[in-house]
């Protein structure tokens, strides 16, 4: 579809978790607080995201066990497994898991993401993270933190890896000649014997090569190494951004960075999250966040606050601003960005705890529109030609009313505007993000073992 205004079209994804972003969203009445556990749930929601000629839907995920049971529905499922009982109920949408370059060998998410890529008919993504929690790294024998820059160092040592993996099969290995009986070319399988700092790894990968040559890499970390990983591997980036400002700046350097390695910044798909919080007039979303807010228990995301701040609950009173003396980033091993952000945020608003809670509430940090769908669309067009995004993370409050009312109120106009696809113009998810689909480059992982 040739976007009519010569502005590129919106790329969206849906950022699906539980029964919404709001972490009171269980808590409304009409949402089915079980719903968090049940597969027709997700099912449901990637086909309305499919409705809505969304790009993909996108799980987060962390091994550990994240937040308190008492404050929010804490389970989450696998989301590959997730993904592919959704790519058997939907046929274009885009299904892009997260999973951890930290706690998992390459060989293994090599193989999870091709599996996905085969089953979906070539829809995979992986959000590449290096997990950036302590409760994550006690389940795999630390009783640290890996420091933030050997968890990056790892993750560049395992996407090689798996890329070296799916790169394993030539395109044309697989003869399927039943006449003559051969059913590969043993000759067109290529074991990269990786040898590195982390890893040895023989292979090949046990498949052939995936629909989409490689699944697409996502990645979500905004700090200095974040960006710099981002701008080497990275073909979609999600980033939590709280204004115009920062995120012209996250996306410019991005794209600049990747444009100095000799990529091209046309295939660094930048999408900020966006919170939309909508109803018919402004009132009636304002109202919406309000009801959700009134719905926070303010003492349990207290917690949660005082673990991403490093600080005891009881350093954080409710109706006070942040302490004056917290850690600067470089002392911050987790989430560097998101403590930065969430401070600044603090500090910009001069909010109290109990009004950061509120703001964090609804979206841990992204950016936030409260209003009508005009507003929504606006404001996300805004974002879009000043060069802050290539598209949105779109993160529903509440699920599946949330998804509902974007892809029935906000993408109609959109479309109308000549903005975003008014039909999927391919099959794959590389097709729906102006990816093009990678040739086998054996010389990728050797190249880059010479220059690190
Ligand atoms: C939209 C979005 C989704 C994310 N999803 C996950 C996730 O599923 N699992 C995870 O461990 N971290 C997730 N993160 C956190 C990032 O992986 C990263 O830890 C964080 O952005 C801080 O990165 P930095 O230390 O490089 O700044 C997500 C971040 C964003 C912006």
Redesign the pocket.
Known sequence: MAARTGRRPLHLNA?LMGVGHHEAAWRLPGVDPAAALDVHHYVALARTAERGLMDSV?????PALVGDVGRRPAGTLDPTLLLAAMALATERIGLVA?A?TSYDEPWNLARRFASLDHLSGGRAGW?V?????LD?ARNFGLDALPA?RDR?ERAEEVVEVATALWDSWDDDAVLADQAAGVWGDATKVHPPEHVGRHFRVAGPLNLPRSPQGRPVLV?????????A?AARHAEAV???QQTLAEAQDFCADVKDRARRLGRDPEHVVVLP?IVPVLGSTEAEARALERELDELIRPEHARDQLARTLRLAPEDLALDRPLPADLPAEDE?E?????Y?LIVSLARRERLTVRELIGRLGGGRG?HTVVGTPEQVAGTMLAWADAGAADGF?VMPPVLPAGLEVFVEEVVPLLQARGRFRTAYAGTTLRDHLGLPRPAVDRARGRQERVTA
């Open positions: 950022f996108f799980f987060a995920d962390s997260t951890s959000n993270v290096t997990t950036a929690t994550a933030h990056y990645q979500a970390g905004s700090s200095q190494d974040g960006r990983f999600f980033t939590a999250g911050i987790g989430a560097k960005s998101r930065t992204h993370n």
